[in-house]
């Protein structure tokens, strides 16, 4: 089966790096009033839903494949550095992987930003896929924000 594997993405964005990750770090108000076709709710069950030790359920919009509903805990903060971790704690995700997680940094690049996401994942099978759907929909969530925070 195999140990843990890794999956990684680099994305530029043209927000500056501090816009970036300030809109990032408020995505359980924000992602729900701007991704509505992507995010149906995210719940803060524990924490502020910022913190590092905070639990987020989130409920996926209707156009979600895979996952409708995930808990996510985030594992630690680095604002200096604009850096998350974050580990899925529950939901559909744990059907397909026996443990996942994630990380987002932001890097002031030029006038923009490289963001990084990376996760790490052990399948629940051999016949898993890599969450490249995931990787994917990471991506499109960071070129998303990029635009809305260059319209704002």
Not at 13 to 29: C, G, I, L, Q, Y
Not at 55 to 62: A, D, H
């Amino acid at each position: 089966m195999g140990g843990p594997l890794t999956l990684d993405a680099e994305v530029e964005v043209k927000s500056p790096a501090d816009k970036f990750w300030v809109s990032m770090r408020d995505s359980t108000n924000l992602f729900p009033k701007i991704f509505p076709e992507q995010y149906k709710n995210i719940e803060v069950l524990e924490g502020d839903g910022k913190a590092a030790g905070s639990i987020r359920l989130i409920t996926y919009g209707e156009g979600s494949p895979l996952v409708k509903v995930s808990k996510e805990k985030i594992d630690n903060v680095d604002e200096a550095d604009k850096l998350v971790t974050y580990s899925v704690v529950g939901g559909d995700l744990l059907k397909f992987y026996k443990n996942f997680n994630g990380s987002i940094k932001v890097i002031p690049k030029g006038e923009g930003s490289l963001v990084k996401w990376s996760c790490g994942f052990e399948k629940a099978s051999e016949e898993i896929p890599d969450p490249h759907m995931i990787k994917d929909f990471a991506i499109l969530n960071f070129k998303e924000l990029d635009e809305f925070i260059l319209k704002a």
